[in-house]
């Protein structure tokens, strides 16, 4: 592999770190009648969505199992989680930091991606055109050629195994401390056993461990489940569940009828422990309540997670969506639910997944609705910049303010993408 091309590699590893902006064209990639793959897991599904393509792929898996580079990392891998089953390594940073993709070893395991695809390039073509690309997973990455889409894919796990083992494993501070943080200060005693006894347990199942990135993916995925982290399979499949009813109506819907395909609630977590839903958001449902009355749109979708305060009982638009039907005789089948997004940033991103995965027109506006302490923020330039500073993108086009309650704004296909840096709404 020449300098010039390790240089290459590095800069793709470093996407997402150092230049996280990619445009693509609107509508490339995805196709609505893709049907997803299972692992069995789904945070790890949605967190790392290509290595669950891989392994229902055999004749990938064995390619990648056979490659001497790969196979060199595993065993490296695996020796080291095994080892600390036995060893005298009892905190968190001597337990974890090698479990971790080192930038050398993710440069060789992206260069030898880069031999096989050239020697084997039908079937990694496949699994690109047939899987990830009309996933829209990586749905930013579709102008790019084929390898460099799966290099890009490959980057983003690096990027991904990481942030999880240092924010559940090593306690480190990364994007929202306040609510994404381990449940556990990680150098207590008790989390230092918990560690140590999670080896112990991984030890016992290293015999399914036989790709390259396998070691290290059971590591993040078991600090998690440590951590009770699965907020992103809660409530999935969500078509056949609590919106199941509203999905069925989407079909038979007369849009001309309406000047916003829907209105969209972002939540506002309560500061106490005992409170379901908070002033705030009681006070966005009210308006809600309202504008669908009025027949603004057809449908509301509710938006917001376990967030605040630090792991509390209750989900924000699970909340809202009881508080509309009861307070407001909203009709279920006229309400959706997102109940994973975490930030304001994604309450319009994952209500832009809905509109797309759902069949929703994505020539009609949505209202965003909000009180007027929000306002500012939302509809502000400092608004578009934290998108483009946490996301990438801007998850809308057209953005206008209405009124003091009301924004209204386009969604975009960018915003199937997956997210690397949040690992509990990816």
Known sequence: ?????????????????????????????????????????????????????????????????????????????????????????????????????????????????????????????????????????????????????????WGQTVVGVNYIIDQFGLGKKLRYPRIDTANYNVNSRYYRTALK???????????????FYDPSLAVAMQLMDLNDRDEPARFEPMETGENQAACREIPHTDW?????????????GPELTTTPISPINKMHCAIAAMRYKDGWAPFIIVSGGYCYPFRG???????????????????????LIDPHARHTTTNIRNADRLIIRYGIPLTKPSDFITTQSQLHMAAGAAFDQRNLNELGYLPYRDKQQLSIHDISFYPVVEALHMDPYDPLDP
């Not at 006894?197 to 790709?211: H, N, P």
């Not at 000047?259 to 939540?267: C, M, N």
């Not at 009982?313 to 309400?335: D, S």
């Open 1 to 153: 592999m020449t300098a010039r091309y390790k240089k290459r590699l590095l800069a793709i590893l470093l996407f997402f770190i150092a230049t996280p902006v990619l445009f693509a064209q609107p509508g490339s990639g995805y196709r609505q009648d893709y049907h997803f793959l299972h692992s069995g897991n789904l945070v790890a599904d949605k967190d790392f969505y290509w290595l669950t393509v891989i392994g229902k792929t055999p004749a990938l898996q064995q390619l990648l199992a056979g490659n001497q580079q790969l196979l060199a990392i595993h065993d490296r891998q695996l020796a080291t989680l095994k080892s600390h089953v036995s060893d005298s390594c009892t905190w968190a940073t001597s337990l974890l930091n090698d479990l971790r993709f080192s930038p050398t070893d993710s440069l060789e395991i992206a260069g030898a991606l880069h031999t096989l695809y050239l020697g084997n390039k039908p079937l990694f073509d496949d699994l690109v055109d047939k899987q990830l690309r009309p996933s829209g997973y990586y749905q930013r990455f579709v102008p790019l050629s084929n390898e460099e889409l799966l290099l890009h894919a």
């Open 256 to 268: 001309s009828k309406y000047k916003f395909a829907t209105i969209v609630i972002p939540g506002n």
């Open 313 to 335: 009982p209750y989900c924000e638009a699970i909340e809202m969506k009881k508080f509309l039907v009861t307070r407001f005789g909203i009709p279920p089948q006229a309400i």
């Open 197 to 211: 006894d999670m080896f112990a347990y991984l030890s016992e199942l290293t015999s399914g461990m036989t790709l």
